[in-house]
């Protein structure tokens, strides 16, 4: 029998495939996409952004399907220069979502087939198979081996079974009571409680935490269903259960409904963390940063992903293969946010230090060294004895409890799957667990199926100090994986039975007292639900007739949506947005994970390697970043986002630039994935306001740049953010000037405040605080952005000029380049309307002419 949950579940996902959707930049695309832009115009009807994905073994439907003219593209007309163009994120679909015809034929005639033998074999529509029309029956001769083995161990089984029973689907989760401990919990004194000893043969005999009845019992009802085939085992299971109606929801497994349930009950305290004091966690331009460790194929994070969207960002650890990862079969949220590392070795492997070490260091390196705010653990097997599976358990426990203390930020939250806790060995890590967290619970949900022995370790508001046990788990961790590397750990005749002394662990009254109650209540609760399971072997017919209102309590309880919902583009589509700013004609429709780009009058797939959530629409440019200096210089490559109109389905147009900028940076790093060199880096552009504009000239520079050969010698560049030169550097094409203040009002400074303030200089009104109508939105900004492009002559000016500080006397000898004058320039420009900076160029060989084209403006 099969009682782990997730291997299960995991292993109907692989087969059935439901949703296997390929990655952004798989084979077989490129054939529509040269269709797309080739298509004939059409008056636009509303573009789907929810992907048909097709089943496993048939060919995507993007690479085989013809499109009709009512889903066809209309050209749209150019918004960008030389790299700063409109890039949409999502993908095309039929505007009918209709199936072509060849696949509809296959399908028709494969259930036709399956039908007729069907049929053969005496099936009707409507009912079951076998002599009574129902499920299979569990035979006499097994029925009578489940009596025997209760009989033989005196167990009775009450016939009668409440239906009408209320159970809520409210839960409470109940706190070890924290109690300072009176040890020390630094690494050399936590080195000597580690104890080394023949390894158990089982849990029958493990009664320091449980009451010896209850687990005899326990162990008995699980025995006598090992007559049972799995499929007979699982199917009165579901029949039995009343919450099993839950199922996986809209989620690629039931680790999402799990995730749910516990998030639920904790208030929603997983993705919406505060600290004790009950202070908010993560700021308004912060990420939401989470940890799924052991956890493919990735219900725990699809469920962070539709509470956090792109705000959130995920970092993900399980071994490669069949049970891996499938973040493109996420129905929710925004898989892009989520970037799976397999360690140094490359394969997942948590029980490898190599791989935990780098996992570490990379986590860390992308949250600025803070960690992560939740860190999910749901690492587990199957095996044929149960009373080994908590044994053989031990080193993916200590694996998960490792990273969560290496990387869990102050005040972080903890959840990991257990099974049976037991020996001393479990314990004693619950122990050090609740050493460093203030709170610490284990509770199993109703989401988790009442006859298995799955729980969850949930710790809350982890502790600044853990080094020292921290150090403690890395050497049993590796340790352990010594062991590994010379056998199997199957065949260890030695284990590590002891992490913290039996007498410690009794010697905490609160923890102990609690340990053993837990355990109680949850055996008693298994007893209860497979004692259910033998009333229900006996009738197939038998079912809980409360699943299904059960099932609508529990999704309006955790607050889950019944169904995948279907994404739509902002409330004014790209084609009229474009048409209004640009006063072009001409229309385009933009689809979910692939990216395309405003060229020229196209709508054009983009062949750069990059991945953006749906529903995106942002201005911006590609451009090669320069990292460190020849001979080990580097080249990457690098999409800067300038502005946003939408970010994942965020409409942001109506924002101030300020605000703007902030969400397209938090955006920036949300999408941005060091560990896939393959792919183009992101990164949101930093602005440089105009009266810091000697900033940019004073940090330009020359240098040899690799690629830059045939005699080119040292290049112009500057660095990517002006306030830190340790970053990367551009080789520069011009400066865009964008206006973020409406018209008629300002910014003036005040001499006597010493602070800015707003102007209006057609009412001559003023205000210290943002006037809503001096906002410049998207629109506006785009409408009255400036280009100033350096030409080869224009770049050997720059480069050869002095910066005066605009502060100083004004300078005007040819050879000096006052940044006042620029300024006064631009606003004479944009008061005029004019389009361009095409004077620039003479502004930089001719200083002194400034004045008389500011006159004229």
Avoid at 505 to 512: A, D, H, M, P, R
Avoid at 640 to 667: M, N, P, S, W
């Amino acid at each position: 029998m099969c009682e782990s949950e997730s291997s299960e579940d995991e292993t109907n996902f692989k087969r059935s495939k439901r949703f296997k959707h390929s990655p952004p930049h798989a084979t077989g695309r490129d054939e529509i996409d040269a269709r797309v832009t080739k298509s004939r115009a059409f008056t636009p009807k509303p573009v789907s952004v929810s992907s048909p994905r097709p089943s496993n073994g048939i060919k995507s439907n993007s690479t085989s399907s013809k499109i009709d003219n009512s889903s066809s593209t209309k050209a749209v007309t150019e918004v960008g220069r030389n790299g700063s163009d409109i890039y949409s994120s999502s993908f095309l679909e039929n505007g009918d979502g209709e199936v072509d015809d060849k696949r509809k034929r296959a399908t028709l005639n494969f259930r036709s087939s399956a039908t007729e033998i069907m049929k053969i074999m005496g099936f009707e529509r409507g009912k079951g198979l076998g002599q009574l029309m129902t499920d299979r029956e569990v035979s006499a001769a097994e029925l009578d081996k489940i009596h025997e083995v209760l009989k033989e161990a005196g167990i009775d089984i009450d016939k009668s079974i409440d239906f009408k029973e209320e159970l809520p689907v409210e839960e409470e989760v109940q706190w070890i009571k924290p109690e300072l401990p009176v040890h020390s919990l630094d690494f050399p004194s936590l080195s000597g409680w580690r104890k080394i000893g023949l390894r158990r043969s089982g849990i029958s005999g493990e009664t320091s935490f449980v009451d010896a009845e209850v687990l005899r019992n326990l162990l008995v009802l699980k025995k006598c269903f090992n007559v049972l085939t799995e499929h007979d085992y699982q199917q009165i299971r579901a029949r039995s259960n009343p919450f099993e109606a839950v199922g996986k929801g809209p989620f690629i497994c039931r680790a999402g409904m799990k995730m749910a349930n516990l998030d639920a009950i904790l208030s929603f305290g997983l993705t919406q963390p505060n600290s004790p004091a009950r202070n908010v966690l993560i700021g308004p331009n912060e990420l939401f940063y989470f940890a799924d460790v052991c956890a493919g194929p990735g219900g725990f994070s699809e469920y962070v992903l539709l509470r956090k969207n792109w705000c959130g960002k995920g970092f993900g650890m399980t071994l490669k293969g069949k049970l891996d990862f499938d973040i493109w079969s996420f129905a929710h949220g925004s898989p892009e946010s989520f970037e799976p590392f397999y360690g140094h070795a490359g394969d997942g492997n948590v029980y490898n230090p190599s791989n935990t070490t780098s996992f570490i260091n990379y986590v860390l390196s992308s949250t600025e060294g803070r960690g992560v705010h939740l860190l999910m653990a749901d690492g587990g097997f199957d095996i044929e004895n149960k009373e080994m599976q908590e044994i053989l358990s031990s080193q993916i426990y200590i694996s998960q409890c490792l990273l969560a203390l290496a990387l869990i930020r102050p005040d972080g939250m903890f959840v990991c799957k257990l099974f049976d806790t037991l020996t001393p060995f479990t314990i004693g890590l619950i122990y050090l667990m609740y050493c460093s967290f203030e709170l610490v619970a284990i509770h199993k949900p109703n989401s988790s199926r009442p006859a298995n022995s799955e729980r969850y370790l949930v710790c809350k508001w982890k502790k600044p100090d853990t080094d020292g046990i921290a150090s403690y788990l890395n050497s049993c961790h590796a340790l352990l994986w010594s062991w590994t590397e010379q056998q199997s750990i199957l065949d260890w005749k030695e284990d590590i039975i002891e992490l913290v002394p039996l007498k410690i662990l009794k010697e905490n009254t609160e923890f102990y007292n609690y340990i053993v109650q837990s355990n109680n209540a949850i055996a008693r609760k298994q007893i209860k639900s497979l004692k259910k399971m033998v009333l229900f072997s006996q009738d197939p017919n038998l079912e809980d007739p409360r699943k299904e209102s059960i099932r609508r309590k529990c999704f309006d309880y955790w607050k889950i949506p019944e169904s995948c919902k279907k994404n739509s583009l902002p409330p004014m589509g790209a084609d009229k947005f474009f048409k209004n700013l640009l006063g072009t004609t001409h229309s385009g429709a933009m689809g979910r994970d692939r990216i395309y780009r405003l060229d020229g009058k196209n709508w054009t797939f983009l062949r750069e390697k990059l991945e953006l959530c749906k529903n995106t629409l942002v201005f911006g440019e590609f451009v090669d970043e320069i990292h460190g200096k020849k001979p080990s210089q580097k080249i990457v490559r690098t999409f800067h986002i300038v502005d946003a109109l939408v970010l994942g389905g965020k409409d942001v147009r109506a924002l101030h630039y300020t605000q703007r900028h902030e969400v397209c940076v938090k955006f920036a790093q949300s999408m941005n994935k060091p560990s896939r060199p393959e792919l183009c880096a992101v990164r949101a552009k930093n602005p440089v306001r105009t009266e810091n504009m000697a900033d940019i000239f004073d940090r330009l520079e020359n240098r040899q740049v690799t690629g830059s050969g045939n005699g080119m010698g040292a290049q112009l560049v500057c660095p990517v953010d002006h306030t830190d030169e340790t970053l990367p550097f551009i080789k520069p094409a011009g400066i865009l000037f964008l206006k973020i203040t409406k018209d008629p009002w300002t910014m003036a400074l005040s001499r006597s405040a010493n602070r800015k303030y707003y102007f209006n200089l057609s009412t001559g009104a003023s205000d210290y605080h943002v006037p809503e109508e001096s906002i410049s939105g998207f629109d506006y900004t785009m409408q009255h952005r400036m280009v100033w492009w350096w030409d080869k002559e224009t770049k050997t000016i720059l480069a050869t000029q002095d910066v005066t500080d605009e502060s100083r006397t004004v300078n005007t000898s040819p050879g000096v380049l006052n940044p006042q004058w620029l300024l006064q320039f631009i606003a004479g420009a944009w008061q005029a309307n004019r389009s361009g900076l095409r004077f620039l160029k003479m502004f930089c060989e001719y200083p002194k002419v400034l004045d008389n084209i500011r006159n004229d403006v």
